[in-house]
């Protein structure tokens, strides 16, 4: 069975920085498209970053694009999104996500709330 958890979210203030980890069992994440989405109260869920599968190349979307960085670590089946000069507007659940065709799986997601 494929798990995604997350972790690392918080309160911090604009400026700030964060890092997300999704860490993987049931499953090798290389073998996956991995992603990052966030949904902020009352929006639409959107993509944020995404590595796809067998590559390490990084996709990013234009609102976090220069202060976001996403990366994987094979050897600890786990990707991470290091999250810097975060503002109010980041403020959202962030969800890991590991898709294959068809087939996609989900984490819990963790909050993440930029405030001053």
């Known amino acids: 069975q494929v798990q995604l958890i997350e972790s690392g979210g918080g309160l911090v203030h604009p400026g700030g920085s964060l890092n997300l980890s999704c860490v993987a069992s049931?499953?090798?994440?290389?073998?996956?498209?991995m992603g990052w989405f966030r949904q902020a109260p009352g929006k639409q869920r959107e993509l944020v970053a995404r590595?796809?599968?067998?590559?390490?190349?990084?996709n990013y979307s234009d609102s976090v694009r220069g202060r976001f960085t996403m990366t994987r670590d094979v050897a600890k089946n786990t990707v991470y999104l290091q999250m810097n000069n975060l503002a109010i507007e980041d403020t959202a659940i962030y969800s890991c996500?590991?898709?294959?065709?068809?087939?996609?799986?989900w984490g819990q997601g963790t909050q993440v709330t930029v405030s001053s």
């Open positions: 049931g499953t090798l994440i290389y073998i996956w498209d």
């Open positions: 996500n590991a898709t294959f065709f068809s087939t996609a799986h």
């Open positions: 590595i796809v599968r067998k590559t390490d190349d990084a």
